[in-house]
């Protein structure tokens, strides 16, 4: 049984539609104490980082005991977000801390008309290495890596998926695919039994459900 | 890169798509969620259902089809029509939509924008503007477009961005329905005044108009209802033909 952690961050139904098509059983705890009873753990959320606020306290306590005791953890946009150390749209909330790293504005570019927020359809591609280490000279071919990650079984790089967000993690060690957007941010993270996703799996059609059954399959390992 | 969207638009009344839909290649005739089901296969980017009678009981019809259309596609899901109030866009939400647009209610209320903005994210807040070319700028038209809103629609799309709206739906009234492309110079004119994303509509006829809006338009997206359900435009092809020329989508 997979617990879906509500915080109030926007709507949970596309997510349930999603979980529900791919007959996985979940629920959504009433309180923190209660997420240790569960095999995994799902923290969606859309909108500002300030509302992970609501979970600062037990339930950031909860949720990290359980992702230390092994049980999988899978992050969705803010829940995504959550994951690492926190965010300079709200920098007086603590984030989860799981991952290292800060989240940060996209810059966007207004020369060539690339907008924030970032709306769309996106490419997922293997991490050319972490933010800053490795730049990739101008005009350079795309690389041709694969995309490795338990959360990516079975997909290639180029897979397009579905984003609306402002704020992004940057490439860091625990980045599994990176997407561009003026910028270059991790899309998709995973670290052992943790994994976050920057876009919306729940509205990035057969590459999204995909990814979500990932997810499952990693479930029913542990 | 981030692609050009490529928007399928239902215009539904009491459940049924009722426009542009020909029926024949459909089992059940004009079902929402079969027609949303075949969008999806040939790679459409996101779906738009309007409710075009919006009364009272076709609310109740729509929550239904927002329901059927949410569970058979995961794609972005619009919903607008009649939209006037918090609670008509909580309906829509709880029902499976995961942006809503409001026309008339945003003009009519523009704190409706703002605090939809917050209770569910800019990303969930379009807002639409029906407009048409007078002078040397867009007249601003409301209740489906018989009614002069006495706004410009690019100082309009400023205001509504400064409310709180996550994205234009731009749709030229004297292109609607008339196949002959895009007002690519209005959307332009709405796309560079902005800095969220601006979905065109309005004169989709064929492949280029499309090539067009998103080149001399700089739209983000395009929308298009009757167009798609031609047998010699699918989505698949349109977007092919997009790619050919160097213009980036999902495929």
């Known amino acids: 049984m997979i617990a879906l952690i509500d915080y109030g961050a926007g709507n949970l139904t596309s997510v349930r539609k999603a979980l529900t098509s791919l007959g996985a059983e979940f629920a959504t705890p009433a309180s923190p104490s209660e997420c240790a009873r569960f095999s995994a753990l799902i923290v969606p959320g859309v909108g500002n980082f300030a509302a992970t606020g609501a979970l600062v306290g037990p339930w950031r306590d909860a949720i990290g005991a359980a992702v230390r005791s092994g049980t999988p953890l899978f992050g969705i946009c803010l829940g995504m977000q959550w994951l690492f150390e926190g965010s300079d749209e709200a920098p007086e909330v603590p984030g989860l801390g799981v991952l290292p790293g800060r989240v940060v504005r996209l810059k966007g570019n207004a020369e060539e008309r690339l907008k924030i927020p970032h709306v769309g359809w996106n490419a997922l591609q293997a991490p050319r290495g972490p933010t800053g280490s490795a730049p990739q000279e101008k005009g350079s071919a795309p690389h041709e890596a694969g995309l490795h990650g338990r959360i990516l079984e079975g997909l290639a790089p180029g897979a397009h998926v579905y984003f609306t967000h402002s704020y992004a993690a940057p490439v860091t060690v625990d980045c599994v695919a990176e997407t561009r957007h003026a910028d270059t941010f991790s899309a998709v993270v995973e670290r052992s039994n943790v994994f976050g996703v920057q876009f919306h799996p729940e509205k990035s059609s057969d590459t999204g459900l995909q990814i979500i059954r990932n997810f499952l399959e990693v479930t029913r390992g542990c | ?251």
Not at chain 2, 189 to 207: C, Q, Y
Request: charged content about 25%.
């Open chain 2, 1 to 251: 890169m981030l692609t050009k969207r490529i928007i399928a638009c239902m215009d539904v009344r009491d459940g049924q798509v009722v426009k542009g839909v020909q029926f024949q290649q459909l089992r059940h005739a004009g079902d929402p969620g079969e027609l949303a089901e075949r969008y999806n296969v040939e790679g459409i980017d996101e779906v738009v259902v309007l409710d075009i009678t919006a009364t009272i009981e076709s609310r109740q019809a729509l929550a239904r089809t927002i329901n059927a259309v949410a569970r058979k596609i995961f794609l972005p899901l619009t919903v607008g029509g009649g939209i006037r109030s918090e609670e008509d866009a909580a309906a829509a939400v709880d029902a499976g939509a995961d942006k809503v647009s409001l026309n008339t209610a945003a003009l009519r209320n523009p704190d409706l924008i703002t605090t939809l903005a917050r209770r569910y994210g800019s990303q969930a807040v379009i807002v639409a503007i029906d407009a048409k070319r007078r002078g040397d700028g867009f007249a601003v038209y409301v209740r489906s477009g018989t009614s002069d809103a006495a706004r410009d629609a690019v100082e309009w799309a400023r205001a509504a961005e400064s409310r709180g709206a996550g994205e234009i739906l731009l749709t030229s009234m004297d292109r609607d329905g008339t196949r002959s492309g895009f007002d690519c110079e209005m959307t332009a004119a709405v796309a560079n005044a902005v800095n969220i994303p601006v979905i065109a509509s309005g004169g989709a006829g064929g492949l280029d108009h499309f090539a067009d809006v998103f080149t001399r338009g700089h739209a983000d997206a395009a929308l298009a209802a009757s167009i798609f359900h031609y047998a010699d435009t699918s989505v698949t092809e349109l977007k092919r033909y997009l790619r050919e020329r160097n213009i980036p989508v999902r495929l």
